[in-house]
């Protein structure tokens, strides 16, 4: 926030008398309360309660974050909101050049192969 003057300390926007107050936080100084800006504090989320499910995997009874959690670590899964909107895009395209063979380790064994190839046929 920029420093105020000596009548923006005094007066709101509007040039009324200011008859409320805020201590700024970092430097200490008083500032009408019409003019103070809360400059990116840090907010708190609060989670709704989630629903009770029943896992798919060893059908127990899931009803709270802290045994989602538990189950989560045990079976070696996550949940499908610990990825990005775009991740499945991206590993349905890795997928597709894994078919269609390109990928470093399937260029690699080509190189071999045909390496070996012209090896074999004496070709240098």
């Known amino acids: 926030m920029h420093d105020l003057t000596d009548e923006e300390r005094r007066t709101n926007p509007d040039g009324s008398k200011c008859t409320s107050w805020i201590q700024d936080s970092k430097t200490g100084k008083l500032i009408p309360r019409s ?44 949940n499908i909101g610990d990825y990005s909107a775009d991740h499945f895009e991206k590993k349905g395209i890795e997928n597709a050049n894994k078919a269609q063979g390109k990928t470093p380790e399937a260029k690699m064994a080509r190189r071999e192969a045909l390496a070996r190839t012209m090896y074999e046929h004496g070709i240098r």
């Open 35 to 78: 003019r103070y800006q809360v400059v990116d504090q840090p907010l708190h989320t609060i989670m709704k309660p989630m629903t009770a499910f029943q896992s798919p995997i060893d059908k127990t009874m899931i009803t709270c974050r802290s045994q989602l959690r538990a189950h989560n670590k045990k079976h070696g899964v996550t």
